[in-house]
Structure formats: C-alpha cells, structure tokens
C-alpha cells in the first residue's frame, strides 16, 4: 500500500448503528486530519492530530469520535448519526516541521450515508 | 473571519489553451499559506501548488503557476496548455491560525477541458 488509504470506501448505516472509518498513511508523516465534505459546501476540517495528540477540534458533535494510536493510524468513531451527516469523509496526513509549506496528502475518502 | 473564496462554479477551455481559476481569501494573520488541490471524478484530493505569504516570486510546477495578487488578496491558478484529463474540480485552500492548524477551503471550481 502506498500514500493515504481510507475504509471502508463506502459506508451505508442507519442512525442507531456504530460504525467507524480507517485511515492510514504509509508515507511516514506526523500528523494526520479529518474532513467532511457535503456537496456544494466547502471542506470542512474536523480534527487534527499532531505526533498522536489531537490539537485542534473544530466544534464537532460528540457523535463523532477520533482516536489515534499511532502517528500512522487513524479512526473516526460514528455513532447515532444524523442524515445531514452524510458526506465523503476524506483523510489526509502530513509532516509538520518549523514551516507551513508541507502540503496534505489526501486518501481517496469514505462516502457515508446515513438512512 | 478567515475566509476562501471561489467565485467560478464552473469553467469550460479548449484544449491546449490557458486558463485561470479565481481565488480570494481573508485573513488578518501576518503568516499564512495558499495551496490549490485538484479532486478528479474518483474524489482524492491531489495537491498542485503551494504559495507562501512571504514568497515573492509567483509559485511554479509544471504547467500551474499561482498568480499572487498580496494587496489584493487574491491567488489565482493558470493552468497552461490545458490537457483533457485537467477536467476535475479545484480547491483553493489556506492555511492559518496562531497554530497553523487551521485549514480553509474554498466551495471548488469544476473545470472542463473541451477536445
């Protein structure tokens, strides 16, 4: 495997299930994000993790869960969804030094819908 | 606020032609960065460009330059000799915050590349 992967590719649960979405970098980076993105709305960044410490969270409902454990690995947590949560949920990873130059490298997303 | 704006829902060129995609954004961060993604039909996000609020010289790869326009807060993508398989939507971004942990993106523009 090689750059970001995400799975499942695509995700169908109803508002009572649990479920959760993997992603992993084989690129050696240090941090690594969540994004959702709804049609016709901007990418919207969720959560971020640097060095396996999540430093931002960007007013996400608790229904939504990130975990972690390790700088190669990372989980989104769903549980008793919305249907307005449908969306791709796309992950990427990056490497974070003194600068901001280092862009994202984007998995190829999990389409959720939720019924 | 801090804010990406993309004013052009969609564009049409002919192939082998130039184009530009419109970008603005808002910030009152002194440091910041911009970068355009391209997110083809199979929905990755795949990183273009990157420019520096401190880069002087207009950032280049390839057939994408990144016209930075600092007093007007504008960072436009030309895209040079456009080829059919440019045909995807494009994303401005920003980078930002205290942290540098906060990423913005723009609401895309689908480009397509006409034979």
């Known amino acids: 495997e090689t750059g970001v992967t995400q799975t499942p590719r695509h995700l169908v649960m109803g508002m009572t299930n649990k479920k959760s979405l993997k992603c992993e970098q084989h690129?050696?980076?240090?941090?690594m994000y969540w994004y959702k993105q709804s049609a016709k709305k901007p990418l919207e960044l969720m959560f971020v993790y640097n060095f396996k410490e999540q430093t931002e969270n960007n007013s996400v409902p608790s229904r939504f869960s990130p975990e972690c454990p390790n700088s190669s690995h990372l989980f989104l947590h769903l549980h008793t969804l919305q249907p307005e949560d449908s969306a791709l949920y796309l992950c990427?990873?990056?490497?974070?030094?003194?600068?901001?130059?280092?862009?994202?490298?984007f998995g190829p997303g999990t389409r959720l819908t939720v019924l | 606020a801090q804010k990406i704006t993309q004013t052009q829902p969609g564009m049409f060129v002919q192939e082998k032609e130039a184009v530009t995609l419109d970008c603005t954004y808002d910030t009152s961060d002194p440091s910041y960065g911009l970068f355009w993604y391209k997110q083809p039909s199979s929905g990755e996000m795949i990183f273009l460009i990157y420019q520096g609020s401190y880069d002087q010289q207009n950032a280049t790869e390839g057939r994408y330059s990144l016209n930075f326009q600092k007093a007007r807060k504008s960072a436009n993508l030309v895209i040079s000799a456009s080829q059919l398989g440019d045909s995807a939507m494009y994303f401005c971004a920003m980078r930002a915050g205290r942290t540098g942990n906060q990423f913005y993106f723009g609401t895309g523009t689908s480009l397509t590349v006409i034979p």
């Open positions: 690129l050696g980076h240090n941090a």
């Open positions: 990427a990873s990056s490497q974070e030094g003194s600068y901001w130059y280092n862009e994202q490298f």
